[in-house]
């Protein structure tokens, strides 16, 4: 009889739980991947339009999805999935891994701020984790000779030198970042005078010059009477000679402005540390209550170059991301009629009534931000009050007339005293006083605006310097009669 070769087949050792565990951390990443895509995908149809990222960056998650679920189930049916005694290609994984996502990110911040550029972050993460997952489904006879090179000695030193240069910039950036958010509360030391100018401090050396705006730093000695002037550059452009603010010192003697280009809304510097260095006797947050409320910049993130503190580090002026932020605001001024009107429209929806939900959470966002300089100007004692800026518009009646036509708008859906009644109430309920300039400026004969511009000539100028000072001198005048005694002393 013919000799028979029984083949005798081994059963299959059972998985252990690491490799058990291994399928299921693959497997929760390829979901969690194929959920962000189909996120992506419906956001990008129901909301967000084609303009945006979102759909290339859907399709990628989709297929690094699949592909990772095709991955983890032939290393599964392989066997490839059991815990490796040697760590050393678990951690030049690792080291792949970090390098891969700092590229996308470095690609992402070059892309710039655009809208949901972190979704194409993740996405291009997602990809190149896809990536270094195939040596899971692919033969080790495929992968043999890619293994031997990146053995060698420099590849391997070019990997560490990677890794390490990534992690140097990561931890130099977090170092940063700590540091910008300790020191406002204390928890390292005074900030010096170059980091209180990263913060976004501006100075008004125009009128004194710098010398003499610098020695108001650290002043703790008596001396005149110190206002703090909170707002944007188009707000505080009257502490330019013969601006409202240059006026309002010259009519009181003892009193001593130190403007702070700091925005009231939209702001994203923390006021605690100019103010501490200041220590103000009073604080003056001028709002252009209509102008603020229809201007919203464009929300800095982590893909954002200009939020980050290692660029100011190597610029000259130490605040790239706030010079963005007022080039991005609509310019009013220097311009034709039509322009002019063009720029000068969109403020119209601050009157719009009823009020509008985009409308809404603009006020709750501006009124969450006066909370903030409240609570900053509380805690150390000093006494807040209020300068509302109206629209041009709302002074000057056939403007407003025109603008109306232009956009649309009834008898019935526009409140031209809208704003300055929100602010009011807003006031009031904390009990801070308020300076409402529209009532002056519409006593005005003639325009107190430049032609074609938000911005005041002579007459409105002085207007605003006769309201703020007559007020100051209402309500301080004990105290900078003081002052001006101290000062004018031998």
């Known amino acids: 009889m013919p000799k028979t070769n029984l083949a ?43 303009q945006h990222v979102l759909g290339p960056a859907g399709i990628i998650f989709l297929v690094s999805g699949l592909m990772q679920l095709r991955i983890a189930t032939i290393a599964w049916r392989a066997g490839r999935l059991a815990a490796r005694q040697n760590s050393g290609p678990v951690l030049r994984s690792w080291r792949l891994f970090l390098a891969g996502a700092f590229l996308a990110y470095v690609a992402a911040l070059a892309i ?10 993740l996405a291009a993460v997602a990809a190149w984790y896809t990536m270094l997952l195939l040596p899971l489904a692919a033969s080790p006879r495929v992968l043999e000779g890619w293994r031997k090179w990146t053995q060698g000695r420099t590849p391997r030193r070019l990997s560490w030198l990677v890794t390490v240069s990534i992690l140097l910039v990561v931890f130099a950036e977090a170092g940063l970042q700590t540091c910008k958010y300790a020191n406002p509360y204390g928890w390292i030391g005074c900030l010096t005078a170059r980091s209180i100018v990263a913060q976004g401090l501006q100075i008004n050396s125009t009128a004194e ?19 703090a002037v909170v707002g944007d550059k188009a707000a505080l452009r009257g502490a330019e000679h013969q601006g409202y603010l240059a006026r309002v010192e010259q009519m009181l003697p003892g009193l001593k402005l130190a403007p702070l280009g700091i925005p009231v809304t939209w702001s994203r510097v ?3 540390v ?24 464009g929300r800095t993130t982590w893909f954002d170059w200009r939020q980050l503190e290692l660029p100011r580090w190597f610029t000259t002026n130490g605040e790239p991301a706030r010079a963005i932020d007022h080039a991005l605001r609509p310019s ?37 931000h006066l909370d903030r300089l409240l609570e900053s100007c509380q805690r150390q004692q000093i006494p807040l009050a209020l300068v509302v800026v109206p629209g041009e518009f709302q002074v000057n009646r056939g403007l407003c007339a025109t603008l109306t036509r232009r956009m649309g708008y009834t008898a019935e859906q526009f409140d031209v005293d809208l704003p300055q009644r929100r602010i009011a109430g807003f006031a009031d309920h904390r009990k801070l006083p308020l300076v409402d300039l529209l009532p002056y400026l519409r006593l005005c004969r003639q325009s107190p605006y430049e032609p074609n511009d938000t911005a005041w000539n002579e007459q409105g100028n002085a207007v605003a310097a006769s309201a703020i000072g007559g007020w100051l001198e209402s309500r301080y005048g004990g105290q900078l009669a003081s002052a001006a005694q101290l000062s004018s002393a031998p």
Not at 23 to 45: D, Q, R
Not at 209 to 227: D, E, K, L, N, Q
Not at 339 to 350: V, Y
């Open 270 to 272: 923390d006021v605690n």
């Open 274 to 297: 100019p103010l501490t260095a200041f220590r103000p006797d009073l604080v003056l947050a001028v709002v252009s209550v209509c102008e603020d409320l229809t201007y919203e910049p």
């Open 332 to 368: 009013s001024s220097g311009g034709d009629l039509e322009s002019f009107l063009r720029a000068l429209g969109p403020q119209l929806a601050a009157c719009r009534t009823p009020i509008d939900q985009t409308m809404r959470a603009r006020w709750q966002e501006a009124f969450t």
């Open 209 to 227: 010059g710098h010398t003499a705006a610098m020695s108001r730093i650290g002043r703790f000695t008596p001396g005149p009477f110190r206002v």
């Open 112 to 121: 710039g701020p655009a809208e949901y550029i972190g979704c194409a972050w």
């Open 8 to 50: 005798v087949r081994r059963p299959v050792a059972p998985a252990g739980w690491h490799s058990r565990a291994c399928l299921a951390a693959l497997g929760l990443v390829a979901l969690a991947t194929l959920s962000g895509g189909a996120a992506c995908l419906w956001y990008h149809a129901h909301v967000a339009g084609p």
